[in-house]
């Protein structure tokens, strides 16, 4: 069959005529596949939802265990056929869980990579390229603008800060669900044994992470230390993490003095850091770059490139130049990691 009527963009979202499902839904349908747990992807109310074990484990943690009337899990690689078209779920190595759903029918393929980033991340398995007839890509950070550095060094930034100021709290904003959890792998690998203090809105995530055989080291309520009249003690020279809605709120106060720092890849945009009052950003971001985008693309060369959100018009430019031709697909819904990050820098704030 044509590989372009294999799914369809539609207002709820993409839609396979021939399986009578869709992938990432962002309402409520019969019959759902979910790549990944943020709640800009996974929503609850659907009839059946196929996603990986972790991803249904976050759904259920978020919206409660009726999230959905009913969970069909996938292992990566597994094959499962639905009214005749085969999926597959791939590692998409953007959070725990997530993945890039194969679709097939009649010797025509489309990959939908859901969110995705190239670089390795300790709390989940690399990306998968498969080669495919119609890639189905976001865009988050689809302008040259966006390079993130190493990881390790944004991670070095913090710790030397941390030594720097020895007497000062040191609190990252970071997503409650992927990016946190890397965020504290990450200080583990470089060598950060010490107690990291965690908002109450992360806790949960990160149980269910070390349930998941991620190895987060020592955890500690930062609401417990908060009751002591020692307060203020505890949290010096200490990696407070909390999400980034708080960190310029009254609970962060408690805290005595701070560094305020950010895990996002919009901390390259330096009015971003300023508008949140960012002393120390760290461009960590579970999305691929701009380099990342197109080495994927060149990679997978595949017949067409669709284009999902964020910043569509210079990947689709740039993909059309290599000869993959591209369409943006506009779909609406979708932002950074569903937490209330603005989809899309303007180009202003882009060149800043
Ligand atoms: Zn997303
Ligand atoms: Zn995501």
């Known amino acids: 069959m044509k590989p372009e009527l294999l799914l369809k963009p539609t207002p709820a979202g993409l839609y396979c005529p021939s399986g009578d499902f869709y992938i990432d839904p962002v309402r409520p349908v019969d019959r759902a596949v979910v790549t990944h747990g943020h709640s800009d992807h996974a929503r609850a109310g659907h009839g059946v939802v196929l996603a990986t074990e972790p991803t249904l484990a976050i759904m259920a943690s978020r919206y409660g265990e009726a999230f959905t009337e009913r969970r069909q899990a996938a292992a990566y690689g597994e094959t499962v ?4 078209v085969t999926i ?12 890039q759903a194969v679709v097939e029918k009649g010797g025509a393929r489309v990959v939908v990579s859901g969110d995705y980033k190239r670089r390795r991340d300790p709390t989940c398995p690399r990306f998968e390229p498969v ?51 890397r965020v504290i792998c990450l200080l583990r690998e470089a060598g950060h044994d010490a107690p990291i203090y965690l908002h109450g809105a992360m806790q949960k995530l990160c149980d269910l992470y070390t349930a ?86 060149t990679e997978i060369k595949p ?29 609406v819904g979708y932002d950074e990691d569903g937490e209330g990050e603005p989809a899309a820098p303007t180009p202003t704030e882009a060149s800043a």
């Open 131 to 181: 080669p495919c007839d119609i890639f189905i890509s976001e865009a988050t950070f689809g302008l040259p603008v966006f390079r993130h550095p190493p990881d390790t060094e944004e991670i070095a930034k913090l710790l030397l800060s941390l030594k720097t100021f020895p007497e000062r709290c040191h609190l990252v904003g970071a997503y409650s669900l992927g990016k946190a959890q």
């Open 88 to 99: 597959r779920l791939v590692p998409a190595g953007h959070i725990l869980g997530s993945a």
């Open 212 to 297: 998941h055989g991620v190895k987060l080291g020592d955890l500690r309520p930062a609401a417990d230390a908060m009751k002591t009249p020692l307060t203020r003690e505890v949290f010096k020279g200490a990696i407070v993490l909390c999400p980034p809605s708080s960190l310029n709120d009254l609970w962060s106060r408690k805290l005595g003095d701070v560094v305020t720092s950010f895990a996002s890849g919009w901390m390259r945009v330096r009015a971003r850091a300023r508008q949140r009052l960012v002393e120390l950003p760290l461009i960590i971001s579970d999305h691929a770059d701009w380099d990342e985008l197109t080495a994927t693309i």
């Open 81 to 84: 056929t639905i009214n005749g």
């Open 303 to 331: 017949g067409a490139l669709w284009v999902t959100h964020g910043a569509e018009e210079a990947l689709v430019h740039w993909s059309n130049s290599i000869g993959v031709p591209a369409t943006a697909l506009n779909l």
